[in-house]
């Protein structure tokens, strides 16, 4: 099993870190809103947030009516977190606990977005299993937006290797089905003041040839 996929990597990292305390915490995901928006997916879009953890993008969809959300993470610990942060509110959401690689999605979704879960594949049957995992929830018509580092960021996060991209090479990864639609740089800065240089892609499902 690899760090990626081992869950107690993730369960240490969020039982040992406060919320604020990750490289990787929005106290607003703004990012990701304005692709939602460009995607011109709307409150009654059915959205599933990969690796979504303790991530603020479910309260930000809550605020702005979305009734069909689903959180998926490997930590249980970060969904808790998460569902204790929203308290009432989070019955409205679905949490899975599960590695999007192995997971069975149970129908399909209208937008499917990834913060910074994909770069963490570093190799070629786990980038499969997901893309696999990814065509199974998008029907045609289905919109993707997938986060990662850079060409110029990182190679490492959270003590694991990872694989940087750009929107073209985030095509290529995703492979024939998928439309690139726009990709967008951003620079991110982390609670301790350091800065993480992202690419966001936005990408339409097309009909299986």
């Known amino acids: 099993m690899s760090p990626k996929s081992d869950p107690s990597h993730w369960e240490t990292v969020h039982a040992t870190r406060g919320e604020t305390e990750v490289s990787w915490f929005q106290e ?30 479910v309260d930000a969809l809550l605020d702005r009516g979305f009734g069909s959300i689903t959180v998926l993470d490997l930590a249980s610990a970060a969904l808790a977190r998460a569902r204790a ?45 997901y893309v696999a995992r990814l065509r199974s929830a998008l ?9 990662t580092f850079a060409l110029d960021g990182l190679e490492r996060c959270s003590g694991l290797p990872i694989v940087r991209y750009d929107g073209e090479g985030l095509a290529r990864a995703l492979g024939p089905g998928f439309e690139r639609l726009e990709t967008v740089a951003d620079l991110h800065r ?20």
């Open 139 to 147: 029907g045609p018509g289905g919109h993707a937006i997938i986060a």
């Open 85 to 129: 942060r929203l308290g009432d509110r989070a019955a409205a959401v679905d949490w899975i606990v599960a590695d999007a690689t192995t997971w069975s999605p149970p129908g399909r979704y209208d937008l499917w977005h990834d913060r910074a879960a994909f770069h963490f594949l570093t190799e070629e049957a786990q980038r499969a299993a």
């Open 190 to 209: 982390t609670p301790g003041g350091g800065e993480q240089r992202f690419q966001f892609s936005l990408f339409r499902r097309l009909a299986d040839a």
């Open 28 to 57: 607003s995901p703004e990012p990701s809103l304005r692709m939602i928006e460009r995607a011109g997916i709307g409150p009654s879009a059915s959205v599933i947030d990969i690796g979504g953890g303790a991530s603020r993008l």
